[in-house]
Each structure stands twice: as structure tokens, then as C-alpha cells.
């Protein structure tokens, strides 16, 4: 998995110096874009509102970028950039299953 991240890291940083200027009015997404997820077994609900938010803000610019950018996209940096979007949306499910289940055991009490 590391080999793959790496080559999609390295094809990315690549294609993006050669192709900056071309395409200047694709938002391109970075890394720091990328919502921090707080911990769904304590987090508040404002926060995992506000997580949510953030989260679909996030796959929107990223869905944003591939449509601008079409069918110009290697293969590769394409779907990096779904798996992205995808792991992000995971990643808040798990912690929003995890403040479910805290919210519900709290109400049972």
C-alpha cells in the first residue's frame, strides 16, 4: 500500500508542477484541505455538525477539481483524488457511528 501511496504522491507533485499554469482556474484541492474529524465518543454535537460540514465541503471541492479538469486527469491522480473524497466521508461515518451509539447508551440512562 505505501508503494502505491508513494507512486500517487510522487505522479501528483509531477503533474501538478507541469501543469499548474494550463488549468489555473481548477481549484486544486490540498492536503490541507482535508477536515479534521473529531472523536465521535466525545465530541459534541456542534462539532460533529460542524465536522460534517467540512467534510462535504471537502468531496464537493474535490468533485469541483475533477469536473473542471474533465477527462485531463491521469488515471491515477484521478482516482487519488476519489480515494481522498471517499476515505474522508468514511472516516467521519465511523465517528459519527461512534456518537450515535454514545448518544443512544446516554439516553438509555
Known sequence: M???RYAFTAALVAFLSFNTSTYASCQVPGVSAKPV???????????????????????????????????????????GYVRLAEAAA??????????????TELAGN
Open 2 to 4: 505505501g508503494t502505491r
Open 37 to 79: 474529524i473529531p472523536n465521535g465518543a466525545s465530541a459534541s454535537p456542534e462539532a460533529m455538525l460542524a465536522a460534517q460540514e467540512e467534510v462535504a465541503g471537502y468531496v464537493d471541492l474535490i468533485e469541483s477539481y475533477l469536473e473542471c479538469r474533465a477527462n485531463r486527469l491521469p488515471s491515477l491522480i484521478h482516482d
Open 90 to 103: 468514511a472516516e467521519y461515518n465511523t465517528e459519527l457511528g461512534k456518537f450515535r451509539l454514545r448518544e
